[in-house]
């Protein structure tokens, strides 16, 4: 089971915005960065936020996170066809010494 | 920018061990700055870590609880890259294994490899 909670579906139409969030505890959110992935059907998954709120060169700003106590936020702006993916959170615990992730979010652009 | 080519076998029957080779490209596996992980992704059990090692002035291994008493990740400086040794293997490891390196965040990705047990 994930330790990281996050909702399993999402959905949205054109140009709407969507947010998933994600639950956590205070030895992994609270204390740890988050970061966010893509993984479209058949590839590994791709970085999209990394330190909560950060994007990689490339990743479009229609991409924000944000993060407060112990969950954390992505939210997509102005939501297109090629958003459809799964997502996931991730954050290093430092009760376990290791990597968690949230179980995943399929998002539907309808 | 970094690349990570994944090798390795896509059946392994119950019992056996599981060998995984990452390649690295554009980064060391010595590197003071990264880590190099192994992760695992299947239906039953999502995203799962399975353990890093990196360098800073010696060499340090973490595992996850899950797979501590059966998992090994080694570097190889001298090809530039690391490996993952997986024994006991059972049906309930077939997944699709992923490296990746860290430095803070889990930025870049192998391509995957599915690895079906079964005899």
């Known amino acids: 089971q994930s330790v990281l909670t996050q909702p399993p579906s999402a959905s949205g139409t054109p140009g709407q915005r969507v947010t998933i969030s994600c639950s956590g505890s205070?030895?992994?959110?609270?204390?740890?960065?988050v970061s966010w992935y893509q993984q479209l059907p058949g590839t590994a998954p791709k970085l999209l936020i990394y330190?909560?709120?950060q994007r990689p060169s490339g990743v479009p700003d229609r991409f924000s996170g944000s993060k407060s106590g112990t969950s954390a936020s992505l939210a997509i702006n102005g939501l297109q066809s090629e958003d459809e993916a799964d997502y996931y959170c991730?954050?290093?615990?430092?009760?376990?010494?290791?990597?968690?992730f949230g179980g995943g979010t399929k998002l539907t652009v309808l | 920018q970094v690349q990570l080519q994944q090798s390795g076998p896509g059946l392994v029957k119950p019992s056996q061990t599981l060998s995984l080779t990452c390649a690295i490209s554009?980064?060391?596996?010595?590197?003071?700055?990264?880590?190099w992980n192994w992760i695992r992704q299947s239906p039953s059990r999502g995203l799962e870590w399975l353990g890093r090692?990196?360098?800073?002035?010696?060499?340090?291994?973490g595992y996850a609880v899950s797979v501590k008493s059966r998992i090994t990740i080694n570097p190889d400086t001298s090809k530039n890259q690391f490996s993952l040794h997986l024994n006991s293997m059972t049906p309930d490891d077939t997944a699709v294994y992923y490296c990746?390196?860290?430095?803070?965040?889990?930025?870049?990705w192998g391509q995957g490899a599915l690895v079906t047990v079964s005899s």
């Open positions: 990746a390196r860290s430095t803070g965040d889990l930025d870049s």
């Open positions: 554009g980064d060391s596996v010595s590197s003071n700055a990264a880590a």
């Open positions: 090692t990196y360098y800073r002035s010696k060499w340090f291994r």
């Open positions: 205070s030895s992994n959110i609270e204390s740890n960065t």
């Open positions: 330190s909560d709120n």
């Open positions: 991730a954050s290093w615990d430092g009760s376990l010494n290791g990597w968690l």
